[in-house]
């Protein structure tokens, strides 16, 4: 319970990484706030941790409505008086060529995957600064550190979390705030799966087989998981990462040190 009383606020928790990241705040003792666009969806993740002895409400949040953030972040401290943990998970992805992605698309990409990230942490932020202490934790990619096919707008979004990471870091520093990023590699969710099928039909093969291929890339042979990306934000939510900030973390069980 290294989290014991602390309140974490994870947008996009209602499946996937959020919905991971969200139960293991949880478990280790932290009060969670679940947001997510789908409102049944943030409840959902909100019970299921009310259902394991946690503590937490869920709140329909578009993370790139700033009136939206300032609502949920009035019902966090009117519940629990003070946020601790901010966590930008919130994403969307619709894999496609550069040359046939309309700029209505990549706006929306953009919007959901970096500027939210921006309007999130400036209003968490003015919450933190009053407190002299928190941490902002983005969710970027491993697709913000090396390009990949079909997902151009993608890549370039969560290039740029990492460089506002990098800069919130510097700003936010003095008032005992840590901002760091997750990179996570290959993790299995809808979304990913949804991409990955794109993927293995340019290439010819079955999704089975690119999955399983995969899968051998990494050093661990395995696909990530939500809760793994869960534990890394556990880390840098607790004590155990006091001295460590600006920082663009990957979790991809050892894809990224190329081994074939």
Avoid at 145 to 162: D, N
Avoid at 203 to 231: F, N, Q, Y
Wanted: aromatic content about 4%; glycine content about 10%; hydrophobic content about 40%.
């Amino acid at each position: 319970m290294i989290l014991k009383d602390k309140v974490a606020v994870v947008t996009g928790s209602g499946q996937g990484i959020g919905e991971g990241i969200a139960m293991l705040l949880a478990e280790e003792g932290a009060r969670v706030v679940s947001t997510d666009i789908n409102e049944k969806l943030a409840i959902k993740t909100s019970n299921e941790i009310i259902q394991q002895g946690g503590v937490s409400a869920g709140f329909k949040l578009d993370v790139t409505d700033s009136v939206e953030i300032q609502k949920v972040i009035e019902e966090a401290l009117k519940l629990y008086s003070r946020i601790d943990i901010w966590v930008n998970n919130a994403g969307f992805n619709h894999p496609l060529p550069v040359l046939e992605t309309s700029e209505e698309l990549w706006d929306k990409i953009i919007d959901i995957n970096l500027k939210s990230v921006f309007l999130c942490s400036k209003a968490a932020a003015g919450v933190m600064v009053k407190q002299k202490s928190g941490r902002i934790i983005n969710i970027s990619s491993v697709a913000g550190k090396i390009g990949a096919p079909f997902i151009g707008p993608y890549c370039a979004a969560k290039r740029g979390v990492i460089g506002l990471t990098e800069v919130l870091a510097i700003e936010l520093g003095k008032y005992g705030i840590c901002v760091n990023t997750i990179c996570p590699g290959n993790t299995k969710t809808e979304m990913f799966m949804k991409g990955m099928k794109l993927r293995a039909e340019s290439k010819g093969e079955t999704l089975e087989t690119l999955i399983e291929r995969l899968a051998k890339s990494t050093a661990l042979g395995r696909l990530g998981l939500p809760e793994d990306i869960g534990k890394a934000v556990v880390f840098l939510s607790s004590s155990y990462s006091d001295f460590v900030t600006g920082q663009a973390i990957t979790v991809c069980g050892g894809r990224s040190i190329n081994l074939s």
